[in-house]
């Protein structure tokens, strides 16, 4: 994983979300097969990690620079 927007495969945190609520709308809209469900709960899983991702790098940069402003 990297930081730098563009450099992997990796949506972006609003991309991943996105896709995220669209696999939740489609598991609770029902009228998928087992085999559907199961292929849409594992991609949200994926995307829900994805997302904690971005989240946990954006809180990280946010503490260092808060941190940074302290020592000042």
Not at 27 to 33: D, Q, R, V
Not at 36 to 45: C, I, P, Q, V, Y
């Amino acid at each position: 994983m990297t930081d730098d927007a563009g450099t992997d495969d990796r949506p972006s945190y609003e991309e991943a979300r996105e896709e995220l609520v669209e696999v939740v709308r489609r598991l609770e809209a029902g009228g998928t097969t087992l085999e559907e469900s199961l292929a849409l709960w594992e991609r949200g899983e994926a995307l829900a990690t994805i997302c904690q991702e971005w989240l946990d790098g954006a809180r990280a940069r946010l503490d260092a620079v808060l941190e940074a402003d302290d020592e000042e």
